[in-house]
């Protein structure tokens, strides 16, 4: 492939790029990371853009140059071949150029799929938080285990620090979705899936629950605020000091399907979230073990020992404690 | 008694929103439209006789393709409906009940009502023509085939006046799909449409493969037949391999629903993964069942308005099996973002990707074909060049999508939408909008009408790009699918504006097509050739439209493109070869059973939906009693006399 063919496709799509940077008011969620996973993400898909118009550009050229140029006119000069239907170096390089491509692709696949596992955690010097989310009909819960609070539709969480979410669903599966931080994952009942996050900066970012389902799922949007140490823990300190605690009841009944405004508590039932998880548990026969309570430190472990992302079948088992 | 009937009828109806009660008038005054022309002119007679009993291949090709315009209409209706939606997000136009039961049937309707028979239509027009028989393998099959896909059709289709559509998404995840999260009806209509639709589907699937290997014109080898005959034979065994799991699926979540077994519940033991698992497992092949075909359309036409020979005709036939194989190794990129682990992911992402190398070899060809060729833009040529850009752009954010780290930032959103709408619109409607003016006039014995067919292509055309660009970028700005509803400051309202224009345009270029149809019928241009593109392969040599028979003489194949090398033969001042005497022609006899025990299939599929035994009791044991008198029946055939043969020839060469 001519190397003029590379430069005008990496010229389009910087062009492009440019034009979608610039054209909106605002930058496209997912091109404008705030997050070293999205970054990473925005990347890939530059870089897998940029292979595909490796291919994309010079066929829509040749469709339109050999739709125009052998075009059935009287007087047409260009050759007419009508019985030429094979050629073996041909026919080698547009099967040899597609093999290269999908080939490089594959391989920057692979090591972004390792890089970017949502269930690894993140390298950094501060200590990892935990933030447990459950998605309800049609409302999110996020408990701070660490902090001892909860909200609902509401995520408040200090820049710079590694978080790992816990996602589980009381209801329908749903996806866990900030884009600027870094993509989505399923929210699933029965288990506990986890997602390492971290945002780079303060900032207000749009999250929003991705997977249909039902009624009001459109409603299930939340703000997720990145601020500093001190306003978060301020903010915690508010929460504990001017919000009701949640209790099992009232969790009950925050789990009822409906929508709701962004709520705040000042505590939550221990062990909620594994109990959450553990709902279906009995009726399940195989992963009965019991084992110790196993709360962030040691699942942050297991979760270290294994980059494969089977942590939901693993916290099956460490929190059967929430019983 | 009134107030128990009044309070059945609010149920049994769906009340309460203008829309449906004004499909309701609209209904009611079509039914009573078609029974009043039909008395009135005397033809239910020759309805019964001519095609709702007919085997003829050529007429159940007709009455697939009639059935799959109408499903296209509705399946647009809901299109523009969702779109009005969304620009007025803060407006309840539809309220999200409804906008869910939109989007739900929009996609049952699109891929399993609109897609899949079209594509049979044109399986059963072309293949046998093509392929140079006189029918397919089972002509009573197919008859049954059209007519379980009809009544599933129907059955699914009067859930948005009785009882209430589906609303679980057109894949019903459970539990949503599950009794817990669906109660009413539309979930039980959804199981009962699709399976005996699906059961059809199964049976053609059968049937093309046996016609395929076993009927071909004498001297025809596989490596000869046309590009077409290939892809359906490529789509056909994609279809047994992917349609038993469906079945086998939709009837676990009948069991679960019905008996309440626990098999995609999550008490009980069960899970909703195995479903979604299951699902996608017959979802993805699905995609390149109603693609592939379209790829044999776009080879044959470029073909023939390049008056060139294919090229690369053994790399078409490798990539179009190579596509049927890996499709089934596809299913998990539908969830990524299930944590099923990075090497789980690398190796779906990577399988994903490598359908992208021989889908793209074929686009190659294409234009290689082209490449010195003779190009004339007619109708289906037309089609076919819209058709390489919006697909290669189409493919390409296909493979963007399977890089499975970024579709962590893809999946569910809009980008999603316009990937697949890119691919199946670009691919496959175009594909078919191209093959159906290219064999209309083998169909109905003339020309579409050009001038209004280039209006409607453009607005399509257009409308597709202005519909669909946006949404990637809607999809990149964080939209999700399926959302009724979004707030103004989101910014995603001038966008959703133009891509709702968009959908507008494409549905006035379905318009021009409504018109270009019944303009052609009162003005047409005869087709007195049989062969008015100066075609290649066998359909062509033959009157337009074909006699009963299709050939009066099965042809000697010696070569790819027999047609065209006949022609050729004949300008050289070559003889053609001595035709062997008429012989009387064995035909298989219509018959009513078909129709009746799909029929019966219909009422026993409505009897579980509403869980009424006394009516589903009955409807099975039609069913049964159909099979039974159809064992029994010993006249299914007959011989068509040399005369009458003979007349039929004369009469239709004699135009020429």
Redesign the interface.
């Given at each position: 492939m001519p190397t003029a063919w590379k430069r005008l496709s990496a010229l389009l799509t910087l062009v492009l790029t440019m034009v979608?940077l610039s054209g909106?008011?605002?930058p496209?969620?997912?091109?404008d990371p705030k997050g070293p996973i999205?970054a990473?993400?925005r990347d890939?898909?530059l870089i897998?853009?940029l292979l595909?118009?490796v291919?994309?550009v010079p066929?829509?050229i040749?469709?339109f140059v050999?739709?125009w140029r052998?075009?059935?006119k009287p007087g047409?000069k260009?050759?007419?071949?009508?019985?030429?239907?094979?050629?073996t170096k041909?026919?080698a390089i547009?099967?040899g150029i597609?093999?290269v491509i999908?080939g490089i692709?594959?391989v920057?696949?692979?090591q972004?799929?390792?890089?970017?596992?949502?269930?690894k955690p993140l390298e950094s010097e501060k200590e990892t938080m935990v933030i447990q989310v459950t998605s309800l009909d049609w409302k999110w819960l996020f408990q701070y285990p660490e902090q001892d609070i909860a909200t609902v539709n509401y995520l408040q969480f200090p820049a710079d620090v590694p978080i790992r979410f816990e996602l589980t669903s009381d209801a329908?599966?749903n996806?866990f979705?900030i884009?600027q931080l870094?993509?989505?994952?399923?929210t699933?009942?029965?288990?506990a899936?986890?997602l390492h996050l971290l945002a780079d900066e303060p900032g207000s970012f749009?999250g929003?629950?991705?997977?249909?389902?039902?009624?009001?799922?459109?409603?299930m949007?939340f703000e997720a605020k990145a601020t500093t140490q001190e306003e978060f823990d301020a903010w915690v300190k508010q929460i504990k000091s001017d919000s009701p605690p949640l209790t099992l009841d009232g969790y009950e009944k925050l789990a009822e399907p409906g929508v709701t405004q962004e709520q705040s508590f000042s505590s939550f039932p221990e062990g909620l979230f594994n109990k959450t998880v553990n709902?279906?548990a009995s009726?399940?026969?195989h992963g009965e073990k019991e084992s110790s309570a196993q709360e962030p430190e040691g699942a942050d472990k297991k979760a270290e020992e294994t980059?494969?992302?089977?942590?939901?079948h693993d916290s099956h088992d460490e929190n059967h404690a929430g019983h | 008694m009134f107030e128990s009937i009044k309070e059945f009828a609010s149920e049994f109806f769906v009340t309460g929103d203008p829309l449906i009660y004004g499909a309701d008038v609209g209904i009611a005054l079509t039914m009573i439209a078609i029974v009043f022309v039909l008395t009135y002119f005397k033809r239910w007679g020759w309805l019964w006789r001519e095609w709702l009993t007919s085997v003829d291949h050529k007429k159940i090709g007709i009455m697939y393709i009639i059935a799959s315009l109408l499903m296209l209409f509705r399946g647009g209706v809901d299109a523009l409906l969702m779109r009005t939606q969304l620009v007025m997000p803060d407006v309840e136009f539809l309220n999200p009940e409804h906008y869910n039961q939109i989007f739900t049937t929009h996609g049952v309707i699109m891929i399993l009502f609109m897609a899949m028979p079209l594509m049979f239509g044109l399986f059963n027009i072309v293949i046998p023509l093509q392929i140079g028989a006189r029918d397919v393998a089972y002509p009573f099959l197919n008859s049954l085939s059209f007519w379980l896909f009809f009544w599933g059709a129907m059955l699914f289709n009067v859930s948005f006046v009785i009882g209430g559509s589906p609303d679980a998404g057109w894949l019903a995840y459970p539990p949503l799909s599950e009794l817990s999260h669906s109660p009413g009806v539309g979930q039980d209509f959804y199981i009962w449409g699709i399976q005996i639709s699906g059961i059809g589907s199964l049976m053609t699937g059968i049937n093309f493969i046996v016609t395929i290997l076993k009927m071909r014109a004498p001297g025809m080898k596989l490596m000869q037949m046309p590009m077409f005959t290939w892809s359906t034979l490529s789509s056909c065994i994609t279809i047994i391999f992917a349609f038993p799991i469906l079945t086998v699926t939709l009837a676990l979540l009948f069991l679960d629903r019905y008996l309440g077994a626990h098999f995609f519940t999550l008490d009980g033991g069960g899970n909703p993964m195995m479903y979604i698992n299951l699902i996608w497992m017959w979802g993805h092949p699905e995609v390149y069942i109603v693609v592939l075909p379209a790829f044999g359309i776009f080879s044959e036409i470029v073909a023939t308005f390049s008056r060139k020979k294919l090229f690369g005709y053994k790399s078409m036939v490798f990539a179009l099996m190579s596509i049927s194989f890996f499709s089934f190794f596809t299913w998990a990129h539908h969830f990524f973002t299930m944590g099923s682990g990075a090497n789980v992911n690398a190796f779906f992402a990577i399988t994903t990707m490598i359908i992208a190398i021989p889908t793209g070899v074929k686009v190659f060809n294409w234009l290689f074909t082209m490449f010195r060729g003779r190009i004339s833009f007619k109708s289906p040529m037309l089609w076919t060049m819209g058709f390489i850009p919006c697909f290669v752009i189409g493919g390409m954010t296909g493979v963007l999508l399977s890089v499975a780290p970024a579709d962590f930032q893809f999946h569910n959103s809009y980008f999603l939408i316009a990937h697949f709408h890119q691919v199946l619109i670009g691919g496959v409607a175009f594909g078919y909008f191209a093959g159906l003016y290219y064999w209309w006039p083998k169909m109905f014995g003339f020309k579409l009408n050009e001038k209004l067919g280039k209006w409607a292509f453009w607005l399509w055309n257009i409308g597709f790009y202005v519909c669909f660009m946006p949404q990637y970028f809607l999809g990149l700005d964080g939209m999700t699918r399926r959302v009724s509803t979004y707030g103004w400051d989101m910014g995603w309202g001038p966008l959703n504006m133009v891509s709702t224009i968009g959908g507008f345009l494409m549905g006035i270029g379905f318009l021009f097509q409504v018109w270009q149809i019944a303009h052609s019928i009162k003005f047409m241009e005869r087709d007195t050739t049989g062969d008015p593109w100066n075609g290649r392969t066998l359909e062509w040599s033959i009157p337009s439209p074909a006699p009963v028979y299709n050939f009066a003489t099965l042809p000697q194949v010696t070569a790819q493109d027999e047609w065209w090398e006949e022609k050729q033969r004949r300008e050289q001042g070559h003889k053609p070869a001595p035709q062997p005497p008429l012989e009387p022609i064995h035909m298989p006899r219509n018959s009513g059973i078909p129709f009746i025990k799909s029929l019966c299939w219909f009422i026993a599929g409505f009897g579980f939906v509403f869980d009424w035994l006394w009516m589903a009791i009955p409807g099975l044991a039609g069913v049964a009693i159909c099979m039974l008198v159809r064992s029994f029946t010993y006249n299914t055939d007959y011989y068509i006399p040399v005369d009458e043969v003979k007349r039929t020839e004369a009469a239709l060469r004699g135009s020429v």
């Open positions: 979608l909106c008011s605002d496209l969620m997912v091109l999205a990473q993400q890939l898909i897998s853009s595909c118009a291919i994309l066929v829509l040749m469709t050999i739709a052998y075009r059935d047409n260009s050759k007419y071949t009508p019985k030429w239907e094979h050629s041909l026919e547009w099967w597609p093999i999908i692709l594959a920057i696949t692979v972004y799929t390792h890089a970017t596992e949502p269930s329908p599966m996806s979705w884009p870094g993509g989505q994952m399923y699933m009942s029965g288990m899936m986890k749009f929003s629950g991705a997977n249909f389902t039902g009624r009001d799922f459109g409603k949007n709902k279906y009726s399940h026969h980059d494969s992302g089977a942590g939901g | -």
